[in-house]
């Protein structure tokens, strides 16, 4: 059987890429409206009330995939930006760059949604240990990549500094995910983890995969969104581009 | 109608639940609506800028 080749460098090049991603966003974004109706849906009403918590665990649904996607996104970001440095192709660079917003909300989400979990839970909103400590450097590192990127005039210099930041601190998302077994702390065990079985009821373990993969699909949807809007603004005098805008009119 | 109210309520933990379910969602919209946004201002400048684009490549083809 002859198999087609796609060849994939061609969508390194901004003007392939673009059309590309204008095609997948519908896709993703049908399915991030899907995942996160059903997840919810499941989360709210099937599963039952934790025996210990009662119902503020539910926040379980929205903080663990938010904390995920900020860990995930994080490396991510790393690993564009480094393909970025190493083979000096744009759309790289760009896509590292649409990245760190995300990453820098879902962040923001995981620590807002622990405080209001760990409010009625632990009776603070906040305390210095070591989970929450590096997931708050985790959020910085992100508003510092983004205004790194923003406060250099000269794209390709924003891009190398900024991929340098992603890369180095990229060491900051192993001290996260193993900081609940390296150190005393308030903060629970990991819920989910590689290798061994989950520590929730099957049911409530659902509603918190499918809550993942909708902020995954959301994630996606709204990278290609932002990759689209940098490659437009980044290449708005080549060729290709001014020509499509003027179809588009 | 009363089940309903019993669900809100959270059983007492209401705020917290929906505090958290709230604002993700809002900060999630929002991102969306921002990028729509810059989207259609992105297109609008390209239009602005349009005319000059022509000349030069009016230009292009003729040299």
């Given amino acids: 059987m002859a198999r087609r080749k796609i060849n994939w460098y061609k969508y390194t090049s901004p003007a392939n890429f673009y059309p590309l991603a204008g095609k997948l966003i519908p896709f993703f974004a049908i399915l991030t409206a899907l995942l996160l109706a059903v997840g919810l849906y499941v989360g ?8 210990v918590q009662g119902e503020a665990y539910r926040i379980i649904y929205i903080h663990v995939p938010a904390a995920w996607m900020a860990m995930f996104l994080y490396l991510l970001m790393a ?3 480094g393909l970025g440095l190493a083979f000096n192709a744009r759309i790289w660079a760009m896509m590292a760059a649409a990245i760190a917003p995300t990453g820098a909300m879902f962040a923001f989400i995981s620590l807002w949604t622990g405080a209001l979990w760990g409010r009625p839970m632990w009776g603070t909103w906040w305390v210095w240990d070591a989970r929450l400590t590096s997931t708050l450097i985790l959020f910085f590192l992100y508003l510092g990549f983004i205004s790194l990127q923003s406060a250099i005039e000269d794209t390709r210099r924003a891009d190398r500094a900024g991929a340098l930041l992603a890369l180095v601190g990229a060491v900051n998302v192993p001290i996260i995910y193993f900081s609940v077994q390296w150190w005393n702390t308030l903060h629970q065990g990991a819920t989910l983890r590689l290798g061994r079985s989950a520590s929730i009821a099957p049911v409530m373990l659902a509603a918190l995969l499918i809550m993942i993969a909708a902020c995954w699909m959301y ?3 709204v990278t290609l969104m932002r990759v689209r809007n940098i490659i437009m603004e980044r ?4 060729p290709w581009a001014a020509e499509l805008l003027g179809e588009a009119k | 109608m009363k089940a309903w109210a019993q669900f809100f309520e959270m059983g007492g933990y209401a705020f917290y639940v929906w505090g958290s379910y709230g604002v993700a969602l809002l900060l999630m919209a929002a991102e ?6 810059r989207r259609r201002r992105g297109s609008l400048r390209q239009s602005a800028e349009a005319p000059k684009m022509k000349v ?3 230009n292009e083809t003729t040299t």
């Fill in chain 1, 235 to 238: 290449e708005r005098h080549a």
């Fill in chain 2, 32 to 37: 969306v609506l921002l990028l729509m946004s």
């Fill in chain 1, 79 to 81: 690993v564009y930006a």
């Fill in chain 1, 44 to 51: 709210f009403f099937v599963a039952p009330k934790d025996a």
């Fill in chain 2, 56 to 58: 030069l490549k009016e």
């Fill in chain 1, 219 to 221: 994630s996606i949807t």
